[in-house]
């Protein structure tokens, strides 16, 4: 259920979303009855919203091919065929349990609608997509996702499908993976170009969306990757100097036409990116409403290494590091004149546990539990983040085109609640009933501060849950009841315990078994 943060460092009844996404059990799964045990298991663990990715390239026909379909006019949503099945049965499947979503707007795109000549075959499909055709898709999408739009089939009753109101504007532009170029040469200097043709698609959204009826919705841009090449320092700069992804600040800056000091750019520098050469003001909110209107900035906050709660040098922005990104979203509207404090919502987030990665991105099941309660706590605690995503229910098998023993092999994601088969680890538990303790030593007589979280709990009326105390010997007992208002479902409180021991929170939803928190040492003390 979505959280009404309470007694927890924000501000009364804001409130935050727990998102997830898992693209191949919930859009490429072939079988719809597998879907909907997923969502079953995904509402019990107190999931508000799903992030899905709508490819493009996924949805328009003859995606393979340099030339569009004769006569197919991209705005209408009945010109694309049966690429809209998987998004259908989705939206469908998740409004049937109650679940929200929101709809990633993103490449790759189709061929036809992509530049020519890209340097490699692995960025064909995202490789300068023309602005004009995504708003085409766009207009198809907004206007199929409306709430209005029937399907109509012989010998079946008609059905309309749910209304989309939560968009996200494409996939990490600031990787080459999902952009491209990232660069390119002006005048004989390296010049970003991810953000220049970011800029155009969020321009193209949002324009798309309002026409098809959707102007009250939720507009997020960003979707900003963590990391990206610091030329000379660390960072992936193991790609080519075109195809070198580009940081989180440098990106913001250059996508809302500032210089490094925040300041709007001008003549060479402004026309280079696409900007008003006069450094005008006016002429970039008239022309990039998108930007300046959008309801929240996506980020995926990751630090695949170390805990959340590791700072990492700038210019990245990891969870520890928000206040980063939180003070130059300040600074870009600030430029234009617009006081603005835009929430943030982390739209994927997770870490990868070994077994199976044996790679060092692979952390212990017991570190990924604890990392990703931390994480959550971190995350209700900043009044500007009003939602987290975790990536994966479960792990991605890793690459077959690799063999054991070599690295590349595990550079896909096992980031799971669940290893393949479906065996559960100890983060499945601990993703629904988080709990954190942020100082785990104490002196003796003073309260050791309690944080949990009931993620699954029904909304209305108040709840209460148990901190349960272990010492050396014997079972857990009771050591205090906390409990949270109406809408309410985070307990925090200072609580004294007999001793060193382990700490754990108990709660038993109405009709069902007891869930438990996992257990956290505490030392009181010398």
Same mark, same amino acid.
Request: hydrophobic share 40%.
């Given at each position: 259920?979505?959280?009404?943060?309470?007694?927890?460092?924000?501000?009364?009844?804001?409130?935050?979303?727990?998102?997830?996404?898992?693209?191949?059990?919930?859009?490429?799964?072939?079988?719809?009855?597998?879907?909907?045990?997923?969502? %079953?298991?995904?509402?019990?663990?107190?999931?508000?919203?799903?992030?899905? %990715?709508?490819? !493009?390239?996924?949805?328009?026909?003859?995606?393979?091919?340099?030339?569009?379909?004769?006569? *197919?006019?991209?705005?209408?949503?009945?010109?694309?065929?049966?690429?809209?099945?998987?998004?259908?049965?989705?939206?469908?499947?998740?409004?049937?349990?109650?679940?929200?979503?929101?709809?990633?707007?993103? @490449?790759?795109?189709?061929?036809?609608?992509?530049?020519?000549?890209?340097?490699?075959?692995?960025?064909?499909?995202?490789?300068?997509?023309?602005?004009?055709?995504?708003?085409?898709?766009?207009?198809?999408?907004?206007?199929?996702?409306?709430?209005?739009?029937?399907?109509?089939?012989?010998?079946?009753?008609?059905?309309?499908?749910?209304?989309?109101?939560? !968009?996200?504007?494409?996939?990490?532009?600031?990787?080459?993976?999902?952009?491209?170029?990232? #660069?390119?040469?002006?005048?004989?200097?390296?010049?970003?170009?991810?953000?220049?043709?970011?800029?155009?698609?969020?321009?193209?959204?949002?324009?798309?969306?309002?026409?098809?009826?959707? @102007?009250?919705?939720?507009?997020?841009?960003?979707?900003?990757?963590?990391?990206?090449?610091?030329?000379?320092?660390?960072?992936?700069?193991?790609?080519?100097?075109?195809?070198?992804?580009?940081?989180?600040?440098?990106?913001?800056?250059?996508?809302?036409?500032?210089?490094?000091?925040?300041?709007?750019?001008?003549?060479?520098?402004?026309?280079?990116?696409?900007?008003?050469?006069?450094?005008?003001?006016?002429?970039?909110?008239?022309?990039?409403?998108?930007?300046?209107?959008?309801?929240?900035?996506?980020?995926?906050?990751?630090? &695949? *290494?170390?805990?959340?709660?590791?700072?990492?040098?700038?210019?990245?922005?990891?969870?520890?590091?928000?206040?980063?990104?939180?003070?130059?979203?300040?600074?870009?509207?600030?430029?234009?004149?617009?006081?603005?404090?835009?929430?943030?919502?982390?739209?994927?987030?997770?870490?990868?546990?070994?077994?199976?990665?044996?790679?060092?991105?692979?952390?212990?099941?017991?570190?990924?539990?604890?990392?990703?309660?931390?994480?959550?706590?971190?995350? %209700?605690?900043?009044?500007?983040?009003?939602?987290?995503?975790?990536?994966?229910?479960?792990?991605?098998?890793?690459?077959?085109?690799?063999?054991?023993?070599?690295?590349?092999? #595990?550079?896909? &994601?096992?980031?799971?609640?669940?290893?393949?088969?479906?065996?559960?680890?100890?983060?499945?538990?601990?993703?629904?009933?988080?709990?954190?303790?942020?100082?785990?030593?104490?002196?003796?007589?003073?309260?050791?501060?309690?944080?949990?979280?009931?993620?699954?709990?029904?909304?209305?009326?108040?709840?209460?849950?148990?901190?349960?105390?272990?010492?050396?010997?014997?079972?857990?007992?009771?050591?205090?009841?906390?409990?949270?208002?109406?809408?309410?479902?985070?307990?925090?409180?200072?609580?004294?315990?007999?001793?060193?021991?382990?700490?754990?929170?108990?709660?038993?939803?109405? @009709?069902?078994?007891?869930?438990?928190?996992?257990?956290?040492?505490?030392?009181?003390?010398?």
């Amino acid at each position: 259920m979505i959280v009404a943060l309470a007694g927890s460092g924000g501000p009364t009844g804001r409130a935050f979303e727990s998102m997830f996404q898992d693209d191949a059990l919930l859009i490429y799964n072939p079988s719809a009855a597998s879907i909907d045990s997923t969502l %079953t298991t995904l509402e019990r663990l107190g999931v508000d919203r799903l992030r899905l %990715t709508v490819k !493009w390239s996924d949805i328009a026909p003859g995606a393979a091919s340099r030339t569009p379909p004769g006569g *197919f006019d991209a705005t209408d949503p009945a010109a694309y065929g049966g690429g809209w099945a998987r998004y259908d049965r989705i939206v469908l499947l998740a409004a049937r349990h109650g679940l929200a979503v929101d709809f990633d707007l993103t @490449g790759p795109g189709p061929l036809w609608a992509a530049a020519p000549h890209p340097p490699n075959a692995h960025v064909a499909a995202v490789y300068g997509l023309s602005p004009v055709a995504f708003r085409e898709f766009v207009t198809a999408v907004g206007r199929r996702y409306s709430g209005h739009f029937t399907l109509r089939a012989p010998g079946r009753a008609p059905v309309t499908l749910p209304r989309v109101s939560f !968009w996200t504007v494409w996939n990490e532009p600031n990787q080459p993976g999902w952009l491209a170029p990232q #660069w390119h040469q002006v005048a004989g200097a390296r010049v970003p170009a991810a953000p220049v043709l970011y800029r155009a698609y969020v321009d193209a959204a949002y324009v798309a969306l309002r026409a098809t009826g959707h @102007g009250a919705d939720r507009f997020l841009v960003g979707e900003l990757a963590p990391e990206g090449c610091v030329p000379g320092g660390a960072g992936q700069c193991f790609y080519t100097s075109v195809d070198q992804p580009i940081t989180p600040l440098p990106f913001l800056q250059a996508l809302y036409c500032l210089s490094p000091g925040y300041r709007p750019l001008r003549a060479a520098g402004a026309t280079a990116l696409g900007c008003p050469a006069g450094g005008g003001r006016d002429r970039f909110l008239r022309a990039h409403p998108g930007l300046l209107r959008a309801s929240a900035f996506a980020h995926h906050p990751y630090s &695949f *290494f170390v805990a959340p709660s590791a700072s990492l040098p700038s210019p990245f922005v990891p969870l520890a590091d928000l206040g980063r990104l939180e003070r130059a979203l300040d600074r870009t509207f600030a430029a234009y004149g617009v006081s603005r404090r835009l929430p943030l919502y982390l739209t994927e987030y997770g870490y990868e546990t070994n077994p199976p990665d044996p790679t060092p991105r692979g952390m212990t099941l017991g570190e990924q539990a604890a990392y990703l309660n931390q994480a959550t706590y971190l995350a %209700t605690r900043d009044p500007r983040v009003e939602g987290l995503s975790q990536f994966l229910l479960v792990d991605s098998p890793p690459d077959p085109a690799y063999p054991p023993g070599d690295v590349r092999r #595990w550079s896909t &994601f096992q980031t799971g609640l669940e290893f393949l088969g479906g065996a559960r680890k100890p983060s499945f538990s601990a993703y629904r009933l988080p709990i954190f303790i942020a100082h785990p030593v104490v002196p003796a007589g003073s309260d050791v501060g309690v944080w949990a979280m009931l993620r699954a709990a029904p909304d209305g009326g108040s709840q209460s849950a148990t901190v349960q105390w272990r010492g050396r010997r014997g079972g857990f007992r009771a050591v205090a009841e906390l409990s949270a208002g109406a809408r309410g479902r985070i307990l925090s409180a200072g609580v004294r315990l007999p001793g060193s021991g382990q700490v754990r929170v108990k709660w038993v939803p109405r @009709g069902a078994a007891a869930q438990f928190s996992r257990a956290v040492a505490v030392r009181v003390g010398r």
